[in-house]
């Protein structure tokens, strides 16, 4: 990796405008980010961003989440398996079955805030999707088993996902990670009470359509994140993201719902307390973590 550059070649991102309030990165990949992890999060920090939820998608990255959680106070991790590695984990049933009982032991840790990121990606030919459905509906009773909030990753695959949470019934608590339906999409999610994130993909040009969803919602059902080091908001497109960076979404998000900004942290803030509970007190995961 050249020095300063993430894995992908790109320069690091211009630090945003600190926020008037202090907001959160409702998800992100924190051990895909090139630099200390000190470093990325003071700058966070520094915009207003205090606390950060970081994302497993495997089992290795799982329980880099929970350790780096019980490291660091203002992190909180999310683990699953990534609907793109459900045919590359498990070989067998009996290997699948081991793999989810690890994820469950993790989803009962007091630092582990959600289930995620878990659901249906019919974009990328990765895993077929009956196979894609199968985890889905082991990680929708993981959840609701811990009683965490669902987050979902959901690309292609509008229909199938609600379908599926309506036939298990979800969790209490339902999050639409990098939501990117549209806005019939969207308010179909807020009558059933589910929560949507929005990334920096709020603030793409081309995103007119995103834009009318996060129009349509109660501002109490939406939530802002970075997916860093994917997804970089304007104006920091093709440079790399972080933590940091989702106080430009923030801001796109205010101006969508018309609100304050500062008004609009507050909002994300209490929105967040509701979905994932109050902040977990620093400590260690678990003896096995």
């Given at each position: 990796?050249?020095?300063?550059?993430?894995?992908?070649?790109?320069?690091?991102?211009?630090?945003?405008?600190?926020l008037?309030?202090?907001?959160?990165?409702?998800?992100?990949?924190?051990d895909?980010?090139?630099?200390?992890?000190?470093?990325?999060?003071?700058?966070?920090?520094?915009a207003?961003?205090?606390?950060?939820?970081?994302?497993?998608?495997?089992?290795?990255?799982?329980?880099?989440?929970?350790?780096?959680?019980?490291?660091?106070?203002e992190?909180?991790a999310?683990?699953?398996?990534?609907p793109?590695?459900?045919?590359?984990?498990?070989?067998?049933?009996?290997?699948?079955?081991?793999?989810?009982?690890?994820?469950?032991?993790?989803?009962?840790?007091?630092?582990?805030?959600?289930?995620?990121?878990t659901?249906?990606?019919?974009?990328?030919?990765?895993?077929?999707?009956?196979?894609?459905?199968e985890?889905?509906?082991?990680?929708?009773?993981?959840?609701?088993?811990?009683?965490?909030?669902?987050?979902?990753?959901?690309?292609d695959?509008?229909?199938?996902?609600?379908?599926?949470?309506?036939a298990?019934?979800?969790?209490?608590?339902?999050?639409?990670?990098?939501?990117?339906?549209?806005?019939?999409?969207?308010?179909?999610?807020?009558?059933?009470?589910?929560v949507?994130?929005f990334?920096?993909?709020?603030t793409?040009a081309?995103?007119?359509?995103?834009?009318?969803?996060?129009?349509?919602?109660?501002?109490?059902?939406?939530?802002?994140?970075?997916?860093?080091?994917?997804?970089?908001?304007v104006?920091?497109r093709?440079?790399?993201?972080?933590?940091?960076?989702?106080?430009h979404?923030?801001r796109?998000?205010?101006?969508?719902?018309?609100?304050?900004?500062?008004?609009?942290?507050?909002?994300?803030?209490?929105?967040?307390?509701?979905?994932?509970?109050?902040?977990?007190?620093?400590?260690?995961?678990?003896?096995?973590?």
């Amino acid at each position: 990796m050249t020095e300063g550059k993430d894995q992908y070649g790109r320069p690091p991102a211009r630090d945003p405008e600190p926020l008037p309030g202090t907001a959160f990165d409702g998800h992100c990949h924190l051990d895909l980010l090139p630099g200390p992890l000190t470093d990325v999060l003071a700058r966070a920090a520094a915009a207003g961003i205090s606390r950060v939820i970081t994302v497993g998608c495997d089992l290795p990255s799982s329980y880099w989440a929970v350790t780096c959680a019980a490291d660091h106070p203002e992190v909180g991790a999310a683990v699953a398996i990534h609907p793109n590695e459900t045919s590359r984990v498990a070989a067998t049933p009996a290997e699948r079955d081991a793999v989810l009982a690890e994820i469950a032991e993790l989803a009962a840790l007091p630092r582990v805030l959600a289930v995620g990121e878990t659901g249906l990606d019919y974009y990328w030919d990765d895993a077929p999707a009956k196979l894609q459905q199968e985890w889905f509906r082991a990680h929708i009773a993981i959840a609701k088993q811990a009683g965490k909030p669902l987050m979902i990753h959901d690309r292609d695959a509008h229909q199938d996902v609600l379908d599926i949470l309506a036939a298990e019934g979800p969790p209490e608590q339902v999050i639409f990670h990098c939501f990117s339906g549209d806005a019939a999409m969207a308010a179909r999610c807020a009558e059933a009470g589910y929560v949507l994130s929005f990334a920096g993909t709020l603030t793409f040009a081309n995103a007119a359509q995103l834009r009318e969803a996060a129009a349509v919602i109660p501002a109490e059902l939406a939530l802002v994140e970075t997916d860093a080091p994917f997804l970089t908001p304007v104006p920091n497109r093709g440079k790399s993201n972080s933590p940091a960076q989702v106080a430009h979404t923030l801001r796109a998000l205010a101006a969508i719902k018309e609100l304050d900004v500062a008004e609009l942290c507050a909002i994300i803030e209490a929105t967040g307390e509701r979905v994932f509970g109050p902040w977990p007190a620093p400590g260690p995961a678990s003896r096995s973590a």
